[in-house]
């Protein structure tokens, strides 16, 4: 049976079991005891270069497993082994694979070098059908016994021990190999610190008493949280890390901020090729973490922030989400992604970071703040959030509910509060501080997160064109990313919200609100009597209508969130996106049908060139007299094409003009020869053919029947 040992990694120090279960990939960790002083393992940071072909080969392991023909698994797995040679994941799948095919001697052995390489679910060993053949044997036996036995402290460190490294004095967490781990599922690099001694060993997110008046705060509101964390009112940060991605481009005095650490990645770390050090966050420390990355891709037809970066990339926002309920909140500037002249090109609003109005040191603002902010918090509160994995979103709710133009309770369910990116003119340190002084362990918001649990997806090759298959582009669970690829008029789906607040949370409310768009195009109708389940149909939004940060600005993505409230406090917002391509200049008729798109508008707006090909043609929409799409004529300089409503090129027609032989077409990105040119999509005529058959004289759709 398939199994992945990486959901039990290993490190030296304490148990950290995460609280909350979502639908993406989580890790609990099982501590065997610390390790001596070792040799570093090969290459850590190396491993994420490594990612693509890993992914390739455990699709292949896992589908040759489920369709039971083991002679691919065991190449699959061998495959595995020449790319990961200490991995015992590989190792003991290989196993189940030599075992299914009667190979029992190299099975045992595979099974032994499994446990060898750390592999220690002995339960697992033990009930696996996989391994049932193996089961009379002493070996098997004598495998399992060592399974259930702890490795001596001498033993080689394998690819997923690590041991937690300690803070250096001053205030330095040093990442290097031996407290980092390269996640190959979760595509994230993970860094272990051990906090001071004095801490309780099995309570490891325990937090360190207020730093001592010798070394003074000197943060934003100076006088307020000074007076707090003398009086033991404010816990400060100690045990809290900082993370400047951007070689101290734009890096946070953290010496305003007693107690706070600065992350320092050492010479392995700083790999030539991977460069895990530099850029967007790739790494999930086992402490609160504040970051920034004061970069952003400036050259090319890809130009872009770190913040569109990772959310345009279905991969990296699972990233994010990891990052969101692991206490980690970085900040990015916006750069030339919200600014006059390209205006607001968000294709999606996230609620896992901060986004800041501007470019280099746009961010100090809102490091400042936050790091203020987790300062204030009471001891007892902090504990709780840092333990459930809630202070990244309440954080997000403190800053959101704080900003000046929110100035009353009801402007905290708009646009006002939730943009896409935010100014720092409009934070408010003090209102910050003083809120998070306030939240106490039992009034903390739930964590609000969104699952779609009914949508009609358009078909690409007639209702859309780009080699996507869909208009989904990713369902994370609390941003939900739509891609409005279809010509209909509008497109609907059914959401589920659901709220994993903490014990003794009860009576929560839940309310939907429109954030961005056109709220006269935007219908939510809630399924359920409390509101959790709600239907939205959202129509065509012209690109170019106003942002809501700032209406001077054009846009072409809305926005719709939903919200919990406990009672005392709102939750931060879980939000659905829909955008929109500025590509595209579409006509509608007064009841909606489509009639025409230019895809090569001398006037189009900017479109994100990840998520959209150009193309150069345009289509003219035909309905019969009772107003059904028969097809359409697609024009292309002085070509002239005629699809057929099921998006089949006509090649013959019969004597009433009607479709009578097509063929199908494809649908590829074709690469220019000019360097930073953008691809584009081409359009390819394929080898099957159609033949049509109507019912009856009057039948104007027709039905193709597929040629041999």
């Not at 409310?509 to 809630?526: E, F, H, S």
């Not at 359409?632 to 409503?645: D, H, L, N, V, Y």
């Not at 003009?657 to 020869?673: E, N």
């Amino acid at each position: 049976m398939w199994m992945d040992n990486r959901a039990a990694i290993r490190y030296g120090g304490r148990m950290n079991r995460f609280l909350l279960v979502f639908p993406v990939v989580l890790f609990t960790f099982s501590i065997p005891g610390a390790r001596g002083a070792e040799a570093p393992r090969a290459d850590v940071f190396g491993l994420s270069g490594l990612h693509d072909r890993f992914t390739g080969i455990k699709r292949d392991m896992v589908t040759a497993s489920q369709a039971q023909n083991y002679g691919a698994m065991e190449d699959a797995c061998r495959a595995g082994r020449a790319l990961l040679p200490t991995d015992p994941t590989f190792a003991y799948n290989l196993a189940c694979a030599l075992a299914r095919q009667g190979k029992t001697d190299a099975a045992l052995d595979m099974l032994r070098e499994a446990v060898a390489l750390g592999f220690r679910n002995a339960n697992h060993i033990r009930q696996d059908a996989d391994l049932i053949s193996l089961r009379s044997r002493p070996a098997f036996a004598a495998a399992l016994k060592q399974a259930e036995t702890p490795p001596p402290a001498d033993a080689p460190r394998g690819m997923n021990d690590v041991t937690p490294a300690p803070i250096i004095p001053g205030g330095i967490a040093l990442v290097s190999s031996t407290n980092t781990l390269w996640d190959f599922d979760a595509a994230v690099f993970r860094s272990f610190f051990a906090l001071p001694p004095d801490f309780s060993p099995d309570r490891p997110t325990d937090l360190p008493p207020a730093p001592p008046a010798a070394a003074p705060y000197k943060g934003p509101v100076q006088t307020l949280l000074a007076d707090w964390l003398k009086e033991g009112r404010a816990v400060g940060n100690a045990g809290d890390l900082y993370d400047n991605r951007d070689d101290g481009h734009s890096a946070l005095a953290i010496a305003d901020f007693p107690g706070l650490s600065r992350i320092v990645y050492g010479p392995e770390a700083r790999h030539p090729e991977t460069r895990p050090h530099y850029g967007a966050a790739q790494f999930i420390y086992n402490l609160p973490t504040l970051g920034n990355s004061s970069t952003a891709l400036t050259q090319g037809p890809f130009w872009r922030s770190q913040a569109r970066m990772l959310v345009v990339n279905p991969l990296r926002v699972g990233v994010l989400f990891n990052h969101y309920i692991s206490n980690q909140l970085y900040v990015y500037p916006s750069h030339q992604d919200f600014q006059t002249g390209h205006g607001d090109v968000f294709p999606f609003n996230a609620p896992y970071y901060i986004v800041s109005r501007g470019s280099s040191g746009s961010d100090q603002p809102f490091l400042r703040a936050l790091a203020a902010t987790w300062a204030a918090f009471t001891p007892d509160t902090k504990r709780v959030l840092v333990q459930s994995g809630l202070l990244a979103p309440t954080s997000q709710m403190i800053l959101r509910s704080t900003l000046r133009p929110v100035t009353n309770a009801e402007a905290y369910y708009t646009g006002a509060a939730h943009p896409a990116v935010f100014a720092g003119a409009h934070l408010r340190e003090e209102a910050m501080v003083r809120l998070a002084n306030n939240l106490t362990s039992n009034t903390i918001p739930p964590l609000v997160t969104l699952r779609v649990l009914h949508e009609t997806q358009p078909l690409h090759g007639r209702d859309f064109f780009d080699a996507f298959s869909a208009a989904g582009l990713y369902d994370s669970p609390a941003c939900v990313a739509r891609v409005f690829r279809g010509v209909g008029w509008s497109h609907t789906l059914t959401l589920a919200a659901q709220a994993t607040a903490l014990p003794g949370a009860t009576n929560l409310t839940w309310r939907w609100a429109v954030l961005q768009g056109d709220p006269a195009k935007i219908t939510i109708r809630p399924l359920t009597p409390a509101g959790q389940i709600a239907e939205i149909t959202v129509a065509y939004h012209a690109p170019g209508f106003p942002s809501a940060a700032d209406p001077t600005l054009p846009a072409s993505r809305v926005d719709i969130a939903v919200f919990a409230h406990n009672g005392t406090y709102p939750s931060a917002p879980a939000i659905l996106s829909f955008y929109f391509l500025g590509s595209e200049k579409r006509v509608y008729s007064d009841d909606h049908r489509i009639l025409s798109v230019d895809y090569a508008a001398v006037d189009s707006g900017y479109v994100d060139p990840t998520l959209s090909y150009r193309r150069a043609w345009k289509d003219v929409y035909r309905y019969d007299d009772q107003k059904r799409l028969i097809g359409w004529i697609r024009s292309r300089g002085t070509i002239q094409e005629a699809f057929t409503a099921h998006g089949l090129l006509v090649e013959t027609r019969d004597a009433r003009d009607r479709p009578k032989t097509a063929r199908a077409v494809r649908y590829l990105p074709r690469s220019s020869a000019r360097v930073n040119e953008l691809p584009d999509l081409v359009q390819l005529q394929d080898d099957r053919t159609f033949t049509y058959t109507y019912d009856s004289h009057d039948d104007t759709l027709g039905r193709p029947v597929a040629n041999d």
